[in-house]
């Protein structure tokens, strides 16, 4: 079944310092992608990275890379050199390509980053 | 730049009162969803459409009920609200997976949903 599990329920990192925020995921669906967004405070969803079951390589959007390691179902989000307003939600999803379609959440990540 | 909209952004009921939630959206995207996100839950999926005519349950479907006549709209109904309800409803939209699977989401600003 279609799962997705982030097991850090919060984390306070020093500024400037890279973090990584854990995914791990489970499918039986061969065609999937991962993605990966940030909630600040104020509530919208922004989009941060994706990743397909098919790609090569691990994805990169500036400070944020994936770190994909497909044989241990996990899709972990590295974000370097922190800063301030790095601090908030961040949530991991899954979509399942050849099934149903379906996007699925994880239950997030809350990030703090400390000055 | 509508993007999707949602309304109303914050409603009160009262146990078994029902309503609609509304959301549309103009970038002519099949794919439509809604969420509700409670602390400590994350995102569940409600409900989900991939084009009009064709709707599927999500993660958490019971109490709620969806339809989808057209391409922009997919309002989501409470029939009997339960104070278990009480959530932040999102609603979203994106391309198919077959039309672009790799593209994001797009959220509306959410609906703040109290039930007394």
């Known amino acids: 079944a279609q799962k997705i599990t982030q097991t850090q329920p919060g984390m306070f990192v020093q500024e400037k310092e890279a973090v990584t925020l854990d995914c791990t995921y489970d499918?039986?669906?061969?065609?999937?992608?991962l993605f990966w967004y940030k909630q600040p405070s104020s509530g919208e969803m922004i989009f941060l990275i994706y990743?397909?079951?098919?790609?090569?390589q691990n994805a990169t959007e500036g400070r944020y890379s994936l770190n994909f390691q497909k044989a241990r179902k996990s899709a972990n989000l590295v974000i370097s050199a922190s800063q301030l307003g790095d601090s908030a939600m961040y949530f991991c999803?899954?979509?399942?390509?050849?099934?149903?379609?379906?996007?699925?959440f994880g239950k997030g990540t809350r990030l703090h980053i400390l000055p | 730049n509508a993007g999707v909209t949602q309304t109303p952004k914050f409603q009160v009921l009262k146990t078994g009162q029902s309503m609609t939630l509304q959301c549309a959206q103009d970038?002519?995207?099949?794919?439509m969803s809604w969420y509700r996100q409670d602390p400590g839950m994350g995102l569940r999926l409600i409900h989900y459409?991939?084009?009009?005519?064709i709707t599927d349950q999500g993660e958490v479907p019971n109490g709620y009920n969806v339809s989808r006549s057209t391409t922009e709209d997919f309002p989501l109904r409470l029939l009997s609200a339960a104070p278990s309800q009480t959530s932040v409803y999102f609603c979203?939209?994106?391309?198919?997976w077959g039309q672009g699977g790799n593209q994001p989401q797009h959220f509306g600003d959410g609906t703040r949903l109290s039930i007394l």
């Open positions: 979203a939209s994106s391309y198919r």
């Open positions: 999803a899954m979509r399942e390509g050849q099934r149903d379609d379906k996007i699925i």
């Open positions: 499918t039986s669906d061969p065609s999937y992608g």
């Open positions: 990743q397909g079951s098919y790609d090569q």
């Open positions: 459409s991939v084009g009009a005519g």
């Open positions: 970038m002519n995207h099949e794919y």
